[in-house]
């Protein structure tokens, strides 16, 4: 076999494990992701190992999607850290075996303490799966390994599933982008949805100009702007817009008559405004809108507060 053979092959052993999950679902998920939406601790997901890793990605995932949770080793929790546990939380306990010694150690101390388990192995007979409250079955036809040994299909079915008990949680939920912003302010997605205009908007050198203004002196004042437009106020309050776009159709239009007109002749009577609290998110969504690059920031009374340009949006 070549070299890309083996990826390919692996890809497709772990890609009909994943398929294999489906049939596999039952009464059992329904029932976790209920423990775990009623839950009014933590999550505590455990595991030894691989699993343990497998484990402290799930438990990061649903973190991060609105149901509390921390990894937890085994191991450790005969060192003291079985005080972090009440009977408030859920443990969701993973090994592909169900037979894994260090995780069965812990399992008495959390019956103990009257903590629901949601297990999740590869075997439903195991001692894991005949202790937890709910099993949820993550077996694979065989690793995607050539020996059939290295924890290949087994490691991602059991992330698969994670994620799949993350996403049902997500949907009882109904969580929003909002919601994932919150947690996750320093991403792209948490900054659009959380940053406003009044954090972006520029306020300095605004291009202002009034209806009466005729268009050659307009120009002048739209060129010291550098925001390609001029914004029309009357008694202070926004009354119009025009852009370089509007004044090059205006001279094509007009030629030698152009700088006869006024800027009423060619402006936007209703530009689009947000207001300073103004999610960038929605500003993007207007300017994808109406295909526009700008949109002015006013206060409650239409007055100008600042410029908001694509560029700014840009974080």
Known sequence: MKVRDYAIQCIRDEAEALLDLIPQLDGNFDEAVHLMYHCHGKIIVTGVGKSGHIGAKIAATLSSTGTPSFFINPLDVFHGDLGVMTKDDVVLAISNSGQTDELLRFIPMVLHMQIPIVAMSGNPKSLLAKYSTC?????????????NLAPTSSTTATLTMGDALAVALMGMRNFQPQDFAQFHPGGELGKRLLTTAQDVMLTENMPVITPEMHLGEAIILVSKGKLGLGIAEA?????????????????????????????????????????????????????????????????????????????????
């Open 135 to 147: 099993h949820i079955n993550v077996s694979v036809k065989k690793e995607a390994c050539p020996l």
């Open 235 to 315: 008694e202070g309050k926004i009354v119009g817009l025009i852009t370089d776009g509007d004044i090059r159709r205006a001279m094509e239009k007009w030629q030698a008559e152009f700088f006869d007109h006024t800027v009423s002749d060619i402006m936007t009577v209703k530009p689009k405004t947000v207001p300073p609290q103004a999610k960038i998110s929605e500003i993007q969504q207007i300017m994808n809108k109406y295909k526009i690059h700008t949109v002015l920031v006013v206060d409650g009374d239409n007055r100008l507060q600042g410029v908001v340009d694509h560029y700014a949006c840009m974080i």
